[in-house]
């Protein structure tokens, strides 16, 4: 009989280590903690991702101008 594909014990679980990913995913985590005046304005946090989304591809769309330099005055030798 096969087994289906989300049966766990067709596995060889003999050598698994607990928490091996653990410090990689706590690194990637970021919470953040919102106003909630902000908070009233969101119906989730899949909302709050959104806005966000799309505050980071608006600001990738304007490129900040380039400083002038400018040169120093020439002197004008009489």
């Known amino acids: 009989?096969?087994?289906d594909e989300t049966d766990l014990s067709r596995y060889d679980w003999t050598k698994a280590k607990r928490g091996r990913l653990?410090?990689?995913?706590?690194?990637?985590l970021a919470p953040?903690?919102?106003d909630p005046e902000l908070v009233a304005y969101f119906e989730s946090p899949?909302?709050?991702?959104?806005?966000?989304?799309?505050i980071v591809d608006a600001a990738?769309?304007?490129?900040?101008?380039?400083?002038k330099t400018r040169r120093p005055a020439?002197?004008?030798v009489a």
């Open 1 to 3: 009989m096969k087994k």
């Open 74 to 76: 020439k002197k004008h």
């Open 22 to 28: 653990l410090a990689r995913a706590r690194k990637s």
């Open 46 to 54: 899949e909302a709050i991702n959104a806005a966000l989304r799309a």
């Open 32 to 34: 953040v903690l919102l």
């Open 60 to 67: 990738q769309l304007v490129k900040p101008a380039k400083a």
